[in-house]
């Protein structure tokens, strides 16, 4: 199988693309791609400082290296949610990465940030784990980017994980997350501008890219996860994809031409958190700084 833009020999097949590219086309085109979404959505510009959330996997680490071989700076948050050996072995994959290409890499521990793991969260309080992580996830992230003074936080949202997210709004016909869901969401007040560079690319091309770049990342998904509805959403989408390649491609991109047509979600009336004083829609305090306060609460073991 040749490579469609030279005679070397292919590596992929991507039919969505309709392309067959060898290591050298493959590496190109993922940097191009993730360029063209950083200008399309004007996520930022070169003059401006970027943190990169870093989880260990393909994406993140995959995002810091496009970035910073685009020529962006990039600095790298990687927060350790106590969850047993998988944060161990994912934060050192993140510590390496920065050490072998010289970058910075801010760590924040969510036993010092909150006084509990999240393995303790999930047995200590009800509703699914992944919704406490996922808020707990964006107060800290946030925090991280704003007081550093980042332009922007990125994060290594691929095309499978926003047509996913797509169905799963769709399918509940949630409009106010429809209206949130776009690569690029404005800064605000104590709010940090959010990106998502990767939103062109599939985990098929994040997995090649990172094979051939040389970087190492974790290959265990969070035990959390097990059972997840978007792990089901994507599988429905990659059957559908394989009866019809550029499903995925096209149900977002037709989603993001119709984006603008949304009706704007309800104004969230945003109050400063009595305790931490970051912004929260909630009338007392954050629901990051109530999971700290249930989980002091606890009795000890
Ligand atoms: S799978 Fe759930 S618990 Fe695990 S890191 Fe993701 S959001 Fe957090
Ligand atoms: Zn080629
Ligand atoms: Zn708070």
């Not at 801010?106 to 919704?131: F, Q």
Request: charged content about 25%; some cysteine; proline content about 6%.
């Amino acid at each position: 199988m040749r490579c469609t833009f030279c005679p070397s020999e292919a590596v992929l097949r991507l039919r969505h693309a309709n392309l067959r590219l060898c290591p050298e086309h493959l590496v190109a085109r993922v940097e191009k791609e993730a360029e063209k979404a950083i200008r399309e959505f004007r996520m930022f510009s070169p003059q401006e400082k970027i943190l990169v959330a870093v989880s260990g996997g393909k994406d993140s680490l995959g995002l810091w290296a496009i970035l910073t071989r685009l020529g962006y700076t990039a600095d790298g948050l990687y927060i350790d949610l106590g969850i047993g050996d998988y944060s161990r072995r994912s934060r050192e994959f993140c510590e390496v990465f920065a050490r072998e290409h010289g970058l910075m890499l801010h760590v924040l521990e969510l036993r010092k940030e909150l006084g509990a793991g999240l393995d303790e969260i999930a047995e200590t309080l009800r509703g699914e784990p992944c919704a406490h992580c996922g808020a707990i996830k964006r107060y800290l992230m946030n925090r991280a980017a704003w007081e550093g003074g980042y332009a922007a936080l990125a994060t290594g949202h691929n095309l499978d994980d926003e047509a996913a997210t797509l169905l799963g709004n769709t399918l509940r016909w949630d409009l106010e997350y429809l209206a949130r869901q776009y690569p690029v969401l404005p800064e605000g007040p104590k709010l940090a501008r959010k990106v998502k560079p990767l939103v062109y690319l599939s985990e098929r091309e994040m997995v090649a890219y990172c094979l051939l770049r040389g970087i190492r990342y974790i290959y265990e998904e969070c035990p959390h996860s097990v059972g997840a509805r978007s792990l089901f959403l994507k599988d429905i989408l990659n059957r559908l994809e394989d009866a019809a390649p550029s499903t995925k491609i096209t149900f977002l991109k037709s989603f993001l031409r119709v984006h603008d047509q949304l009706p704007p979600g309800p104004e969230a009336e945003v109050h400063a958190c009595p305790s931490c004083g970051m912004p929260t829609a909630a009338r007392g305090p954050c629901r990051f700084c109530r999971i700290k306060e249930r989980m002091a609460q606890r009795a000890p073991a």
